[in-house]
């Protein structure tokens, strides 16, 4: 037997492959600071656990319906009309597994072979991989260092096409914490109003920004709520990683597919997390504010390490909790490097090439990790870049 061709065209996520690289080291005795997965380092908030225990506790246990609960999507819905001043209610939320269903469900509903959807580059590995398994085509936009890692506006019309089917936004971004501002979303809007063009709009880091105003969701635009699908979810905000929930919110007319995707693939999400989502949504936020406020600080505290480093130069982000590190001054491979730090140095991290062909030359690291490790981590990349430039 043989494998379906289709399953050479998916790809695989880079930092879950450093992870086993960086355990396996792990197990032969060396001391390894994990920079390369982008998880939070803090605890899920004691209400939410709280929750999810008294969910269990109450029989929680069993299957739900497929679109989720109605009252975890009203919840849904009146957060994101009050986050994004949009009218939205629980008809239109999706609650999954996880965020990326949201990527592939709404993908697998939509996408032709043939078609073009159009994503940035870098971006989260994960769009270019499920766009080539459905047989559409790619369709990259260099963000560039010197635009902030936003789109280019230009570059972004003249690859629109008359085979354009999907636009993919990310604000913040992964990997380079990038925000698209707000008059950028604006025109994008524009250019895409009388297309038929549906847009994946990536938040997932909408509680995760350095900035005086909140990422602005191209949701918002009047006209574009027809258009658009917003991924979020609570595995960054509220560091429920592993409680494995996310949602989107769409138009109705998508959401029987989705739901129809859903029930042949999981059925349903989780009862019991559900409950906790809950939780997360309605209770208080401070554990969330506590939480930025340390990315906060470390952002700035690590960048500055990073810039001190000879070759080095990290532009603080916008949004998220990754350091997106240039070192071509270093005159080395972004990927030899990154391997280089993980075998010799003991610092997980990533080539930015994993993240797409714009983003060689760059290194990516999650500073989802205490203050003292970033430091450490800092330390060792400046030690073993001075002990190999001797």
């Not at 996520?13 to 355990?23: G, K, M, N, P, Y």
């Not at 005795?29 to 605890?43: K, Q, S, V, Y």
């Not at 140095?345 to 989802?368: D, H, Q």
Request: hydrophobic residues 40%.
């Amino acid at each position: 037997m043989q494998l379906a061709d289709r399953m050479s065209r998916i790809l695989i996520e880079s930092a879950f492959d450093v992870l086993v690289r960086a355990r396996a080291l792990e197990a032969q005795g060396r001391h390894i600071i994990h920079l390369e997965i982008g998880e939070p380092d803090f605890p899920t908030p004691a209400h939410v656990i709280e929750a999810g225990k008294q969910a269990l506790d109450e029989g929680w246990t069993h299957y739900g319906p497929t679109q989720g609960y109605p009252e975890l999507r009203d919840a849904i819905a009146e957060h994101i009309s009050a986050t994004r001043g949009i009218a939205v209610s629980g008809k239109h939320v999706c609650v999954v597994p996880g965020g990326k269903p949201m990527i592939f469900f709404p993908m697998m509903a939509l996408l032709e072979p043939g078609d073009e959807v159009i994503y940035p580059n870098p971006g989260f590995p994960i769009y270019e991989s499920m766009i080539r398994f459905l047989g559409a085509v790619p369709v990259p936009i260099p963000l560039l260092e010197d635009r902030g890692f936003s789109f280019d506006l230009e570059v972004f019309r003249a690859s629109l096409t008359p085979k354009t089917k999907m636009v993919i936004l990310n604000s913040p971004q992964n990997p380079t914490g990038g925000m698209i501002p707000e008059e950028d979303i604006r025109a994008i809007a524009v250019e895409l109003a009388e297309r038929d063009v549906i847009v994946l709009s990536d938040e997932i880091y909408s509680r995760i920004y350095y900035t005086p105003e909140p990422p602005f969701s191209i949701a918002s635009v009047p006209g574009m709520l027809e258009k658009t699908i917003i991924l979020d979810g609570f595995s960054k905000t509220y560091s429920m990683t592993g409680w494995r929930i996310g949602y989107g919110v769409m138009p109705e007319w998508l959401v029987d597919a989705v739901n129809k995707l859903m029930v042949n693939s999981n059925s349903c999400t989780a009862s019991f997390t559900q409950r906790a989502a809950i939780a997360a949504l309605r209770g208080p936020q401070d554990d969330v504010e506590r939480m930025n406020a340390e990315f906060t600080r470390r952002r700035e505290a690590f960048c500055a390490g990073l810039n001190s480093i000879p070759g080095w130069k990290c532009n603080p982000p916008g949004g998220a909790f990754y350091a997106f590190a240039s070192v071509k001054g270093t005159g080395m491979d972004s990927k030899a490097l990154a391997d280089r730090l993980l075998q010799e140095a003991g610092v997980a991290c990533l080539n930015g090439g994993s993240f797409g062909t714009f983003g060689e030359g760059y290194i990516r690291f999650s500073y989802a990790n205490s203050y003292e490790n970033l430091m450490e981590a800092v330390r060792r990349i400046k030690d073993w870049t001075a002990a190999t430039s001797s």
